[in-house]
C-alpha cells in the first residue's frame, strides 16, 4: 500500500524556532513586531474567511492597548519572512474587546481540510498546545500552579523547579484487509447506526506500535493480524492525539466484537463498500480524518459521503 500523503492536519509549514524560543526576550520582541499575527480561540474555535481557505488574525495591538503579552499566549512559530505567530485562547468572545470582523468562527474539524498548508498547521499546533495548557496547570509532583516558558512549550514550577512538557497521546489507527481484499471496519457503541471507520486504540507505556495495532485489533474484533505497516501520521489534538496510521493483514476472518469499544464490525469489498456508501446505508469518517484516508487509498479512489 503506498504511504498517506498531504494529510489534512499534517500540512505546517511555520519554522517553530524552538531554539530561538527559549529566551524569553526574543519572544517578548516577536511579539511587539509590527507584523505579528494572533490567533484567538473561543472555545476551541477560530474566525475563517467566509471561504474557508484562510484563517482571520488579530493583532497584539487589538489585545492589549499597551502591547503587553498575556501571560497565557503561546508563540506558535514564524513564517520564511519572519512574521511571529501567537495562539491566545478565551472562554467567551465577549470578555475581551476582540474584534475579528464578519469572520465566521470554526472548529479545527470542519476547517481543517479547507484551510492553506500554513493556517491548517497553526490551527493545529495552536489547538494542541491550548488544550495541554488548560489540562495542567498545576506541577504534577509538587501541585503548585505552573508557569508558562518556552513561548508556551514548557510549564515550570517555581515551587520545585519541575519542568513538565506538552503532552501527544499516540494512537494506531490500522485498516485491516482479508485474504480476499476485503477490508475491516467497526463502529463503536456510541456512534449511530450505520457510520463506521478503521480500528483505532491508545498506545500503552513500554509498547511498541506493531504490539498496540495487533493487540487493539484482537482486542475490538477478535481478528488475528500480521505484517502492519506503517501508513502515515497526523496530530488530531481533540484533546491530545497523534495518530499513527497503519495497514495490516488479518491471519484470521470470524469477528468477535468486544462490545465495549465496538458494537459492531464487518468485512466489506470495495463492491460492497461502494453499494452501501451510495444507498446511505454506511457514513463513513469525516475529509479530515487519517481513518478516511486510509480507506480511500484502499479503495483506490476517493468516496462520496461522510459524518
Ligand atoms: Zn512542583
Redesign the pocket.
Given at each position: 500500500m503506498p504511504r498517506l500523503s498531504s494529510l489534512a492536519l499534517a500540512r505546517a509549514t511555520l519554522d517553530r524556532a524552538t531554539e530561538r524560543r527559549r529566551d524569553p526576550e526574543w519572544v517578548k520582541q516577536r511579539w511587539a513586531d509590527p507584523r505579528a499575527r494572533v490567533l484567538v480561540l473561543v472555545d476551541g474555535k477560530a474566525p475563517v474567511t467566509d471561504d474557508g481557505t484562510a484563517l482571520v488574525y488579530a493583532s497584539p495591538a487589538d489585545l492589549d492597548e499597551t502591547g503587553k503579552q498575556p501571560d497565557e499566549c503561546y508563540f506558535l512559530g514564524l513564517e520564511d519572512d519572519g512574521t511571529p505567530y501567537f495562539v491566545v485562547s478565551i472562554p467567551e468572545r465577549a470578555d475581551v474587546g476582540v474584534d475579528s470582523g464578519d469572520a465566521t468562527r470554526a472548529g479545527l474539524r470542519e476547517a481543517g481540510g479547507t484551510l492553506s498548508d500554513r493556517d491548517a498547521g497553526v490551527f493545529v499546533h495552536a489547538m494542541a498546545l491550548i488544550n495541554w495548557h488548560a489540562a495542567h496547570p498545576c506541577?504534577s509532583?509538587?501541585?503548585?500552579p505552573?508557569l508558562s516558558t518556552d513561548g508556551g512549550h514548557v510549564r515550570r514550577?517555581p515551587?520545585?523547579?519541575?519542568q513538565h512538557f506538552p503532552r501527544t497521546d499516540p494512537a494506531i489507527i490500522v485498516l485491516v484487509t482479508d485474504d480476499a481484499d476485503r477490508c475491516l471496519l467497526g463502529r463503536q457503541p456510541s456512534w449511530p447506526v450505520g457510520r463506521f471507520s478503521t480500528l483505532a486504540g491508545f498506545v500503552e507505556p513500554g509498547e511498541p506500535l506493531e504490539h498496540a495495532v495487533a493487540r487493539e485489533v484482537h482486542e475490538e474484533t477478535g481478528i488475528d493480524v500480521v505484517d502492519p505497516e506503517y501508513a502515515g501520521s497526523q496530530p488530531w489534538p481533540f484533546p491530545s492525539s497523534l495518530m499513527l496510521g497503519f495497514f495490516a493483514r488479518a491471519t484470521s476472518t470470524q469477528i468477535k466484537v468486544d462490545e465495549e469499544e465496538i458494537a459492531e464490525a464487518m468485512w466489506l469489498s470495495r463492491e460492497d463498500l461502494r453499494a452501501k456508501v451510495d444507498s446511505g446505508e454506511l457514513l463513513l469518517p469525516g475529509a479530515v480524518s487519517i481513518a478516511r484516508r486510509l480507506i480511500e487509498t484502499w479503495y483506490g479512489a476517493e468516496l462520496p459521503g461522510s459524518w
Amino acid at each position: 500500500m503506498p504511504r498517506l500523503s498531504s494529510l489534512a492536519l499534517a500540512r505546517a509549514t511555520l519554522d517553530r524556532a524552538t531554539e530561538r524560543r527559549r529566551d524569553p526576550e526574543w519572544v517578548k520582541q516577536r511579539w511587539a513586531d509590527p507584523r505579528a499575527r494572533v490567533l484567538v480561540l473561543v472555545d476551541g474555535k477560530a474566525p475563517v474567511t467566509d471561504d474557508g481557505t484562510a484563517l482571520v488574525y488579530a493583532s497584539p495591538a487589538d489585545l492589549d492597548e499597551t502591547g503587553k503579552q498575556p501571560d497565557e499566549c503561546y508563540f506558535l512559530g514564524l513564517e520564511d519572512d519572519g512574521t511571529p505567530y501567537f495562539v491566545v485562547s478565551i472562554p467567551e468572545r465577549a470578555d475581551v474587546g476582540v474584534d475579528s470582523g464578519d469572520a465566521t468562527r470554526a472548529g479545527l474539524r470542519e476547517a481543517g481540510g479547507t484551510l492553506s498548508d500554513r493556517d491548517a498547521g497553526v490551527f493545529v499546533h495552536a489547538m494542541a498546545l491550548i488544550n495541554w495548557h488548560a489540562a495542567h496547570p498545576c506541577c504534577s509532583r509538587c501541585g503548585t500552579p505552573t508557569l508558562s516558558t518556552d513561548g508556551g512549550h514548557v510549564r515550570r514550577c517555581p515551587s520545585c523547579g519541575a519542568q513538565h512538557f506538552p503532552r501527544t497521546d499516540p494512537a494506531i489507527i490500522v485498516l485491516v484487509t482479508d485474504d480476499a481484499d476485503r477490508c475491516l471496519l467497526g463502529r463503536q457503541p456510541s456512534w449511530p447506526v450505520g457510520r463506521f471507520s478503521t480500528l483505532a486504540g491508545f498506545v500503552e507505556p513500554g509498547e511498541p506500535l506493531e504490539h498496540a495495532v495487533a493487540r487493539e485489533v484482537h482486542e475490538e474484533t477478535g481478528i488475528d493480524v500480521v505484517d502492519p505497516e506503517y501508513a502515515g501520521s497526523q496530530p488530531w489534538p481533540f484533546p491530545s492525539s497523534l495518530m499513527l496510521g497503519f495497514f495490516a493483514r488479518a491471519t484470521s476472518t470470524q469477528i468477535k466484537v468486544d462490545e465495549e469499544e465496538i458494537a459492531e464490525a464487518m468485512w466489506l469489498s470495495r463492491e460492497d463498500l461502494r453499494a452501501k456508501v451510495d444507498s446511505g446505508e454506511l457514513l463513513l469518517p469525516g475529509a479530515v480524518s487519517i481513518a478516511r484516508r486510509l480507506i480511500e487509498t484502499w479503495y483506490g479512489a476517493e468516496l462520496p459521503g461522510s459524518w
